[in-house]
């Protein structure tokens, strides 16, 4: 599975793909109906413009329950837009079937497909400031996807995170699931 996290400079997008990757590949063990533990596969790959804030920003995760060869994100299965830059650079590295979040706030085209309108960036502003957006998106993707479970993706987090902002990032990855169930019951129109 392929996820590829998009947006500008300065809104965490490198940091969402790190948690996804190592909630996945450190935290998130099933077990297996052997009994024994299957861990998943990681890679986490990423890019920046020139300018360290402002600039374009990508990250892109693979997550398999198999060994990887390849470290790339061809064509993504899920699409994570944080900017209208990022938006105009990826929207065709799409299949039909790529789930596409994106924050209306930031990005206001409306792309045909699977597309959950996601307002991380309101809700990161109504907890008091913008800079937990991406912990937002984070949490809205976990739920629309269950790729991670919710007790991993939480641990993965705080693993990196200052302690400051625990209580803070822990209820903006809530605050995203609670989006995130509503953008699949369609709940997430204007």
């Known amino acids: ?38 861990r998943k596969s990681a890679i986490q790959t990423q890019s920046y413009g020139p300018s360290a804030r402002g600039g374009h920003s990508k990250c892109d995760v693979k997550l398999s329950a198999e060994e990887m060869h390849y470290p790339f994100v061809e064509i993504p299965d899920y699409l994570v837009v944080m900017s209208r830059q990022g938006y105009d650079k990826y929207i065709n590295d799409v299949k039909p079937e790529t789930r596409i979040l994106l924050d209306p706030d930031l990005v206001p085209e409306k792309p045909q497909g699977h597309v959950y309108r996601i307002r991380a960036t309101r809700a990161a502003e109504e907890m008091g400031t913008r800079v937990v957006a991406n912990v937002v998106m984070l949490g809205a993707l976990r739920e629309i996807s269950n790729m991670v479970s919710n007790e991993a993706l939480e641990k ?35």
């Open 1 to 38: 599975m392929g996820i590829r996290f998009t947006g500008f400079g300065g809104q965490g997008v490198i940091l969402m793909g790190i948690v996804l990757a190592r909630a996945a590949a450190l935290h998130d063990l099933p077990v297996g109906p052997d009994g024994k533990v299957k």
């Open 156 to 190: 993965a987090m705080l693993e990196i995170v200052p302690k400051a902002t625990y209580d803070l990032n822990k209820n903006a990855l809530a605050a995203g699931r609670d989006l995130g169930a509503e953008a699949m019951q369609g709940k997430d129109k204007d």
